[in-house]
């Protein structure tokens, strides 16, 4: 088995978030970054999981600038064999699919696996890119891959459910929560991480397709109606008559 | 050169979700016209001219979804029809097809549109949620061919036509290199994305044996259940449940929160819900900031009263 897991660095989950003034770029202050965690959870340790049990390697690719280090780094000592960084800003999903696509294309993976979709920008766009730009079959929100020989057989969250596929040959998987459970990296994988090898890559030509017009925050809240227990039945009237939700 | 919007049938009727996209292609289309993409068969096809569809087209041949053969079928449909802009429901199946069409079609992709698209000095801009519903975004599509994905209940289907009738389009479906062996769906309640109601629950409920209060609740609201992330994870609930940043983002018109705290990681998910109501023992759970109507309360007596309410008022009606 040899699979490419695809990592991005994103805002802490209890990050704030705030814009520059003019409302094009996140500001970036005071945040601490982390592994997107569906990359970190799911497809890396899904991944670790299949060399430890079927042999083979694990990858990681990131596009992003140096200060991603630390965070492919991380997806090393949890038990990645080596990473690529393509040295670039991230403009947007078909930039960052191009990139990938350019290291993967000539290096027969057996799976690609990206997370579900990154947590500040949820696009989930990147993956089905990156499969029409290789041509291979793509698998979108995964929660169970078992492995046999050459067949995959994948569970997929669909609304209101599961689907359950087969299919054979190298392909492109994204995947979500039940796919792994997380795994803390240990003092020697940390160790060790150190000196694994991280290559940095130039990028190709890749223009954007999409550009930032601006960032907004919701409107606040008008705050509160709060209701005495013993009235529900005003509750009741108010989703009904005010809010006209029932 | 015109906006093809796609379609799917729900057990061969087409349901206010696919009235609502062929609004919304009309609204995106402004002066150029709106085609409807029909994938399978609608005994109803021909009332999407009456929310905005100027042209109604059907497929006999209806393809699995598999993202390399449905990203086929569309890319060729809107290059038979000239058309400059698809839009796809933002749905597992959609988004996973979504970036192929892109790619196909040389296009730029705005995915999860939550509102119109508004063109300004010859720009088509869209608006949408980022950072799990604590912001939003407006994109500029650059590219001269563009594909958008809307999430469900964006808006409201509009009369505005009539009924109108429906045309078959030839397009090549080739073969799937993927095989469907199973489909477990819970069935009866809207899924989760398009639900206009929920109730969802919490640590608070103590133990899936208590989940009874709660769809009692949801069965007298006709509402879908969801869920803390806690709660799937300890298998009281089917995680396809879970709502916050890790699990689905939703934004029905009333989500009610029963037992849950509010941790930023949940609300991520919940907090572009039209209206919130909170039921929580606790007066200082954080979850309150971001309501609209709240109890405090103990949930085991509050919501099976909330249920006897709501049956007397629907009783009523
Ligand atoms: C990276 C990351 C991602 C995460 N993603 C998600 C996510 O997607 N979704 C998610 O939900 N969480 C997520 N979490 C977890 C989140 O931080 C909280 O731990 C979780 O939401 C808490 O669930 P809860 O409110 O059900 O439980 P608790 O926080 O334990 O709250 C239970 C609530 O029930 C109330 N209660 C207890 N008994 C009663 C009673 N009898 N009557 C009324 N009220 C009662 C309590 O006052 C309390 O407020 C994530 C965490 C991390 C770190
Ligand atoms: N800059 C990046 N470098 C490497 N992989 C990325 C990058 N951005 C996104 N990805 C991968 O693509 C997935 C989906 O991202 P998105 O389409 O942005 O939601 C992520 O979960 C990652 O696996």
Known sequence: MKTLVCISKTPDTTSKISFSSDGKNFNTDGISFIMNPYDEWYALVRAVELKEKLGGTVTVINVGDASNDIVIRKALAIGADDAIRVDANPIDSFFVASQIAAVAKDKSYDIIFLGKETIDYNGAEVGAMLAEMLDLPYVSFANKLEVDGDAKTIRREIEGGTETLKLSGPCVISAAKDMAQQRIPNMQGILMSK??????????????????????LPPAKKGVTLVDAGNVAELVRLLHEEAKVI | MSVLVIVEPNNGTINKGGFELATFGKLTAGQ?????????KASNAGDLGIYGADEVYEIDQVPVHDSAVYSKVIADASEKL??????IKA??????????????LGAGLVSAANSVPESTGGQLQVKRGVFSGKAFATYAITTDKKVITVLGNSIQPKEMGSATSVQSLQVDVPPSTIEVVAKETLSGRAPLPEAELVVSGGR???GPENWNILLDLADALDATTACSR???????????????????AIRPNLYIAVGISGAIQHLA???NSKTIVVINKDPEAPFFKAADYGIVGDLFEVVPKLTEEIKKLKAGA
Not at chain 1, 200 to 209: E, F, K, N, Y
Not at chain 2, 91 to 104: C, D, H, L, Y
């Open chain 1, 195 to 216: 000196r694994k090898p991280l290559e940095v890559v130039t990028p190709v030509g890749a223009s954007s397709r999409i550009e930032v017009i601006k960032h907004d």
């Open chain 2, 32 to 40: 150029d016209k709106c085609l409807v993409l029909v994938v399978g």
């Open chain 2, 82 to 87: 000239s058309c400059h802009t698809v839009i």
């Open chain 2, 91 to 104: 749905n597992a199946n959609g988004k996973a097809t979504a970036g192929r069409v892109a790619i196909k």
């Open chain 2, 204 to 206: 608070g409920f103590k």
């Open chain 2, 230 to 248: 806690p709660v799937a994870d300890a298998d009281w609930r089917p995680h396809h449940e879970h709502v916050g940043q890790t699990g689905i």
């Open chain 2, 269 to 271: 998910g919940v907090n």
